[in-house]
């Protein structure tokens, strides 16, 4: 299993958008993304698990993360970016936990990040 690679950061203004890209061959069924801002610590984005797609409050309806399993490629589409969104985007895979009725995702590979810059 491959670490995932990540593409698409960059800087933007305020109100722009970006969309980033993930590979990940091989993963073991759970890939999201997360984020982490100087001096804070890393964050969920976007998940998934049995219980559907979960975003950050800071970023609903604002971001949709896709996912094409043929490819093993997961998206994240970044729409009305704020100064706040300034951060190294990471991509991470890992494996299902099931439990009676559905499952939960755990992630222990993770790739190099791809920086995003919002310019007020």
């Known amino acids: 299993q491959a670490h995932p690679v990540e593409s698409g950061g960059g800087s933007v203004q305020s109100g722009g958008s970006l969309k980033l890209t993930c590979v990940a061959s091989g993963h073991g069924g759970c890939m999201g993304w997360f984020r982490q801002a100087p001096g804070k610590e890393r964050g969920a984005v976007a998940t998934f698990d049995s219980a559907g797609q979960k975003y950050a409050d800071s970023v609903k309806g604002r971001f949709t993360s896709s996912q094409d399993n043929a490819k093993d490629t997961l998206y994240l589409q970044m729409n009305s970016l704020k100064p706040e969104d300034t951060a190294m985007y990471y991509c991470?895979?890992?494996?299902?936990?099931?439990?009676?009725?559905?499952?939960?995702?755990?992630?222990?590979?993770w790739g190099q990040g791809t920086q995003v810059t919002v310019n007020s």
């Open positions: 991470a895979t890992g494996p299902r936990a099931y439990y009676p009725g559905g499952y939960a995702c755990t992630y222990d590979s």
